[in-house]
């Protein structure tokens, strides 16, 4: 009889307590901020680590998880009695997790050979961040309460994420500069023609979509965007950050053009707003 546990990293920024009450195993990034370490919303929560961005002089880091906590994850699971193993990553192109969780598998199979038939664990990359796997890693628990075999709940991930589509804006340009995503001149300005860009998340790779010089005309563009793009009837989600009245109006927005409204919201944990800022709000959909 198939047991499936699902496991992903705290870049999905499904909130601890539903992930717990969801059966999701989510597993902590450490962030360093200067001389402070800490892991990713279980030491620190979203308001205190944006407070934490906002005063520091340098951009925090963040550290992926390594084989070896994932390889004593996997364990865990085999020993409470999973025989099926699922665990997401955050993009494989911006994080060394996807990998570690691979070595974790073979590390596990050559100190547990007795199990090569009796455990499977699959490792799957989500190709973005945040909201965009967490979406479908709460519908695959849900599919997982509801008695789904593997089989279907590895197809609909797999299906999902090779059609995601992500789109957000960028409120201020400060924490892309601090990063380094772009340099201070054109930070600068940027700043000062008021430009609010409006960026892609697709097959791994960030892109620059457009951008805007108004909050309500990039929230308009987004919206315009994914009405076009979505696959009708598919759920989508929102992102946003320190101003939820953005989420609030971009939503109304696409409940009027779409025909339905978000089936949630999500709040940027480290690993976008770090490089993009807390300052953000966005859409994670199934595209056409």
Not at 181 to 203: F, T
Request: aromatic share 10%; glycine share 6%; net charge negative.
């Amino acid at each position: 009889m198939e047991k499936i546990k699902l496991m992903t990293d705290t870049a999905c920024d499904i909130p601890l307590s539903e992930a717990e009450k969801l059966g999701i195993d989510v597993l902590s990034f450490v962030i360093t901020a200067g001389d402070v370490s800490f892991l990713e919303r279980r030491e620190k929560s979203d308001e205190e680590f944006y407070e934490l961005l906002k005063n520091s002089t340098t951009i925090p880091t963040t550290a992926g998880l390594n084989p070896w906590e994932l390889q004593k994850a996997y364990e865990k699971h085999a020993e409470d009695g999973y025989n099926e193993i699922i665990f997401v990553s955050i993009n494989a192109a911006g994080s060394s997790t996807y990998q570690s969780a691979l070595t974790a598998k073979d590390m596990f199979y050559e100190e547990h050979e007795d199990l090569k038939e009796a455990v499977h664990i699959h490792v799957i990359d989500s190709t973005s961040y945040s909201f965009a796997y967490g979406l479908p890693l709460i519908k695959a628990a849900k599919m997982v309460a509801d008695s789904a075999d593997v089989s279907a709940v590895l197809s609909y991930l797999q299906d999902f994420i090779a059609h995601q589509r992500v789109y957000f804006c960028v409120y201020t340009l400060d924490y892309a500069k601090k990063s380094g995503r772009i340099s201070c001149a054109a930070a600068v300005v940027g700043g000062l023609l008021g430009i609010k860009p409006i960026m892609k998340i697709e097959n791994s790779v960030i892109t620059n979509a457009g951008k805007t010089r108004s909050s309500k005309a990039a929230l308009t563009d987004i919206c315009q965007r994914v009405a076009s793009e979505i696959k009708q009837g598919e759920e989508y989600a929102l992102i946003v950050g320190i101003h939820p009245e953005y989420a609030d109006e971009l939503n109304s927005m696409l409940t009027e053009k779409v025909g339905y409204g978000a089936s949630r919201i999500f709040k940027p944990g480290a690993a976008i707003a770090i490089n993009a800022g807390p300052d953000l709000c966005g859409v994670a959909f199934y595209h056409q």
